[in-house]
């Protein structure tokens, strides 16, 4: 089959809590959602859901946009497929900008799906009905400001929370949440913030005493070495994101011993294939997955929900409900955690009608092949 036309939404939502990670603070975002459109009318979406600015990674949603429209949307439009995985092959030969790649991706995956009447995460692989859901934290003005906010989370039926640290947040109010809840699944993530010498290793190793689930990416993207020194003086896990970007990375970090558990974002590998591919090799090695977030809108939430699905994502996911971030989120009925928990839909594709009206509403950007 082909593509007989592709729109590409840039939309801008408001978040209903400004987030600070290490690097940076944001009250809303700009993600591009890829509608893809079938001979027959029928219509997949996928979303990019780059940073705007390259903090997180080296993508922008300025990147995304130029490549979706100048390298993307035509080989897609060209290419004969059958699925996704033939799609992909169209692109094989661009290197990088897997945010990009991913919102193609993921638009296939759900037009596939639909075609063939089934939801996402069946068509994936997955077998769970419900996926754990845990909330990330940014970092707060004061530790009283963290506090409320880990009670909200709690309060809103959570069990899992992720705390962003940075140098100089660190101890203290992992410390003081630790002390407030000392039974909750906790976890830290420092975005690539601290440098990896041996002073700083010894500091981080502290975090022991803490019983954290894990400590998600102290050191840089590329140093794996780091990380895997910090492994071995620690006992808490420690979990890459940034570091894996491709199935080579995460085959790097197995052969270092680099970390013991993975997070797998769907945006930051290049899309659903990748993703599954890399929950595949990681689970046959003992290391633990979960699906991270990029503050997704509904349709790339709902994409993270039906990855989440498959058997080894056994430790809870970035997948809160659309109404953490989003006062009103880009389809309906919303994503929803009831208790912790997200039912997987069991309806065509993603599994969630799009609201197109509020997308249009939202729009900077804006470009159709039919037109
Ligand atoms: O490192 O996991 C991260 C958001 C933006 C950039 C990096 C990260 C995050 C999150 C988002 O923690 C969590 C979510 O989407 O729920
Ligand atoms: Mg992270």
Redesign the pocket.
């Known amino acids: 089959m082909r593509i007989a036309r592709i729109r590409l939404h840039e939309v801008r939502v408001p978040l209903v809590h400004s987030?600070q990670?290490s690097s940076h603070r944001k009250s809303s975002l700009d993600h591009i959602l890829v509608e893809m459109v079938d001979a027959d009318g029928v219509t997949g979406w996928g979303e990019i859901a780059s940073?705007a600015d390259p903090y997180?990674c080296s993508e922008t949603t300025d990147t995304a946009w130029l490549v979706a429209t100048r390298y993307l949307v035509p080989r897609a439009l060209e290419a004969e497929w059958e699925r996704p995985e033939e799609l992909e092959t169209a692109w094989a030969r661009i290197r990088g900008h897997e945010f990009a790649k991913a919102g193609f991706v993921g638009a296939a995956w759900d037009l596939w799906a639909r075609r063939a009447g089934m939801p996402l995460a069946r068509a994936l692989g997955g077998e769970r009905t419900q996926v754990r859901a845990g909330?990330?934290l940014g970092i707060e003005p004061t530790i009283d400001a963290l506090l409320a906010q880990v009670e909200h989370q709690l309060a809103a039926g959570y069990h899992r929370v992720?705390l962003?640290i940075a140098p100089g947040w660190d101890l203290e109010p992992v410390r003081a949440v630790r002390a407030a809840h000392p039974d909750i699944d906790l976890h830290v993530?420092a975005?690539g913030a601290y440098p990896s010498d041996d002073e700083t290793i010894a500091y981080l190793a502290r975090l022991d005493e803490l019983r954290l689930t894990m400590i998600?990416?102290p050191f840089a993207p590329r140093d794996l070495t780091g990380h895997a020194r910090l492994q071995q003086r620690m006992s808490t896990p420690v979990c890459l994101?940034?570091s894996v970007v491709t199935l080579d990375d995460l085959r790097t970090m197995l052969a270092l011993d680099a970390g013991r558990v993975l997070?797998i974002?769907v945006s930051r590998m290049g899309g659903l294939t990748v993703a599954r591919a890399a929950h595949d090799l990681a689970t046959a090695h003992g290391i633990l997955v979960w699906c991270?977030?990029?503050?997704?809108f509904g349709i790339g939430r709902a994409t993270n929900v039906a990855i989440s699905s498959l058997p080894g994502f056994s430790l809870p996911s970035?997948?809160?409900g659309s109404d953490?971030?989003y006062a009103r989120d880009v389809i309906v009925p919303p994503v929803v955690a009831h208790d912790g928990t997200v039912t997987v839909p069991s309806t065509p594709g993603i599994g969630y009608e799009v609201d197109t009206a509020w997308i249009a509403e939202n729009r900077l950007r804006f470009l159709d092949t039919a037109e």
């Open positions: 987030f990670t940073p997180y909330v990330s992720k962003k993530d975005n998600e990416q994101d940034e997070n974002k991270g977030g990029m503050h997704e970035d997948v809160s953490k971030y």
